[in-house]
């Protein structure tokens, strides 16, 4: 009876262990929507807000409001539950427009320009996040340039963007009110692929452009806080590669990490690179080949994934590779655990063919690759995430990751519809789920197609924002019109802990 006894014990012991771990993973894995905010529109309204996160002070939304005399732009602040806090108006001059904004601190800033002035100077509107008062910089700009970046750091503000197809970031510190072009760039076409600020408000600069030998590298400035040249390092492929694009993630040893694609030519990507870089700019450089990855081709239908994988093994059993040629574009770097994980996206070109004439009808996404490396930049595991219909015409990122130690989670919004799906390494915890967004009042109903500019966006912790703009029909109610159009933003949290 007594080995009976704790037999039984161990029994229940597990059982309840083995149900409180399903529990816990199922309340992990759930998308919950927490409220909902809406603001009406006029049925033939074009000028929708766009919307920036400031973390646990809330969502600011603005737009701009045209008029005769001059534009205005709009800025609604609204608190973590979904509540106005206030609304305010900042006065623009004929023909200014918001080319960019950036969040930092208790503050947004808001990059101006005129339209039709190439030449001219730009203004960074300063607002205060807690209550909307502002101020403006008037920043001087002798360049020509097409401004296609923008960042504020510690006291500066930079706008990176292009010349002539040469890229090149114009620097301007507030406490000065000075401007000047960062040392350092090219004389010759090249992509300016990443801006990115560190804590001690230092920046790191990421251009790719070919070397004396044709091959496209990666040149990786360093600049302090004050816009001065610390550290280039140049990243050079093999014979017969080219890094395309990359990157950057600092590391707490400092130092650096460059994830990208490569490729036999300039256009399509053969597979991921992986390059560690340490404080005296010396570097190794880790390829993968698409073929090299477990989960890659997940996203086809099972017969053709099957070819495929079998056509990769009768090549590796003959002691051979075989070469993909895919556009992907890598959109997060970010650490997690001893780990880093590399988010990227797949997708092609899409064209129309009327009258035999080929025109552009696109970017379709096919699906989301995951990769965990370790800190020597050697592959631990990867996974994959289908998109299915996202087809747009301007290159953004749809996919967005929440890494925990129960589970990475991997979302996108799709018209009225949140897909999600929740890996652990190479493993698939909980296949693709589809959670409809919740509406506002009782009987609420929104027909197919008439959700449009839906996005997913980080806000703060495990909650996300939904928006966009619908169209509205409600026969039950009497309170609300039969049918309204809308501007929405819907909490959407990744367990009941919102």
Not at 372 to 395: P, Q, R
Request: include cysteine; aromatic fraction near 14%.
């Amino acid at each position: 009876m007594f080995f009976t006894s704790i037999k039984l014990k161990w029994i229940s012991s597990s059982l309840g262990a083995i149900l409180f771990t399903f529990l816990h993973l199922a309340c992990f894995g759930q998308i919950h929507q927490s409220g909902r905010f809406e603001l009406p529109l006029l049925d033939n309204e074009r000028d929708y807000y766009e919307v920036v996160s400031v973390q646990g002070q809330g969502i600011i939304l603005y737009r701009t409001l045209y008029y005769t005399a001059g534009n205005q732009i709009e800025v609604v602040r609204v608190d973590t539950t979904l509540k106005e806090v206030w609304r305010g108006y900042v006065q623009l001059n004929v023909n200014e427009v918001i080319l960019f904004t950036h969040a930092r601190q208790d503050m947004l800033y808001l990059l101006i320009k005129n339209r039709y002035n190439v030449q001219g100077d730009f203004a960074i509107v300063a607002l205060k996040i807690e209550n909307g008062t502002y101020f403006s910089y008037q920043v001087p700009n002798l360049i020509p340039f097409t401004p296609t970046e923008f960042m504020v750091t510690n006291g500066s503000a930079l706008v990176g963007g292009y010349f002539n197809y040469r890229p090149l970031i114009l620097h301007y510190n507030f406490t000065l009110q000075q401007s000047k072009i960062l040392p350092g760039f090219f004389n010759e076409p090249g992509e300016l692929t990443q801006m990115k600020p560190n804590d001690d408000g230092s920046v790191d600069v990421i251009v790719s452009a070919k070397n004396f030998e044709k091959r496209k590298s990666l040149w990786i400035r360093n600049y302090d806080a004050e816009g001065s040249l610390v550290k280039t390092t140049i990243l050079e492929p093999e014979e017969k590669k080219n890094l395309i694009f990359g990157r950057s993630l600092k590391m707490p040893n400092g130092e650096q990490v460059i994830s990208g694609v490569y490729g036999r030519y300039t256009d399509y990507s053969r597979g991921i690179f992986v390059a560690s870089v340490n404080m005296l700019g010396e570097y190794s450089i880790k390829y993968y080949q698409f073929a090299e990855l477990e989960h890659f081709f997940n996203y086809m239908k099972a017969r053709r994934e099957k070819r495929v994988k079998e056509k990769i093994e009768r090549r590796r059993v003959k002691g051979k590779k075989i070469k993909f040629n895919y556009r992907v574009l890598v959109q997060e770097l970010i650490p997690f655990g001893n780990q880093y994980i590399l988010l990227g996206e797949a997708f092609y070109t899409h064209y129309t063919y009327p009258g035999n004439v080929q025109l552009f009808d696109g970017y379709q996404y096919t699906h989301a690759v995951v990769i965990g490396f370790d800190k020597n930049g050697k592959l631990m595991w990867d996974n994959s995430f289908e998109i299915n219909d996202v087809k747009t015409y301007a290159l953004e990122q749809y996919v967005k990751i929440y890494p925990q130690k129960e589970g990475i989670i991997l979302l996108y919004l799709y018209e009225n519809t949140i897909r999600s799906k929740i890996i652990s390494g190479s493993d698939v915890l909980e296949g693709k789920s589809l959670d409809e967004m919740k509406l506002k009042f009782e009987g609420d109903v929104v027909k197919e197609k008439e959700t449009e500019s839906s996005k997913l966006d980080y806000w703060y912790g495990n909650n996300f924002i939904a928006y966009g703009v619908q169209k509205i029909h409600n026969m039950q109610n009497l309170e609300v019109d039969a049918t309204r159009k809308v501007f929405f933003i819907n909490k959407i949290s990744t367990n009941k802990t919102p």
